[in-house]
DNA sequence: CTTGGAAAGTCAACAAGGCTGACGTAAAAT
DNA sequence: ATTTTACGTCAGCCTTGTTGACTTTCCAAG
């Protein structure tokens, strides 16, 4: 079976944050922290009639000004046409800019508005506020673990999409694609 | 505005890791480690044509049997309407067992039947495999780390409801209550 | 040059799982 | 006796995921 709960170390170590009650604890605070991580953004989202996915792609045109629509998807991790629902809410809103690529005409490279650059100031500094607290309150060292932690935790796959993200170019994107 | 980034420290600390930039690795990181965290049971799930929702409940019933319905609610933070057509799922399906409550006879106590069990278990074998190899992987201070960081992210609400759990009484709530 | 496929994006329709509101019933509490 | 609590249920709505079936555009091979 799987329970090798509290398995005497080989290396040495003590591996007693291995146990399966301390991996179960760590489980269920990844999901009420989640919420939590959430919760701000989502009332404020309610009140501009959007919701998370809508967050998630501001959140990343706003990292990352001048992406394609597939780049985009490929972050996001959802289909073309779940995405797509999203953003021409956000184009119709004036939110989100989509200029079609000079070079590739198929593509569409996506920009925040200076309307939707308010929305996201807003959304990200609620976030930010949480997570600023919560690093300030566990301090340098825990906030290096968690970061550690979390990167184990990802496939391969997404750790080197998080890379790539972590970053941030900002801007290069434009360049190289010849936008205006 | 928000961007207090590279403050200089009023107690002499670093404050570097309180960088906007920090942060905001710090929010894409919780993004992608939640995805991948809820990727390995999620396909299971839908072998089974279940969601997420059914993976909660069977979750929290399993930590604590004997649970009523409106603890259950509680812990998940949905609405019973929305839990309830979940519950009724597992209930048709042999999984979960509702036993009316001796004392209290408007209460419906919660168990997981051995068919219930044994989905748990592939459940939370694949999930505490990933975090098994996470945790192994950024060692036990790292953990500790993580872990303060996440219940600091929580709310006071979500830090106690986290908390209560956390304990795992395990059987003594259906002995509380006076169930069998 | 044309033609066929791949890539980017759009429209339509469906499902899961949230939500609110209204109602019913039994049991407990006052 | 009345009110409150715990639970279930019906009806309907919204968001956000899905698949399937198209265009349009680009590029490469014949």
Redesign the pocket.
Known sequence: MAGNSTAAAPGGESLLFLTDEQLRNGIEAMFFAYRAFTADPDMI?AAH????????AIHFINRQPGL???AL?AL?????????????ALVEDGLVE?RV?R???????LYLTPAGQALERELSDAQRARMRAAYRAAGPQAVAGFRQVLEAIMDTDLRQTYQSVKGAPARSLSEREGQA
Do not use: I, P
């Open positions: 989202l009639d959007y919701g998370r996915a809508h967050h998630r394609t629509v597939s998807l996001l991790g959802v289909t073309k046409q779940s995405l797509n629902r999203v953003l021409r989509a690529g070079q590739d005409k198929r593509a569409r490279h």
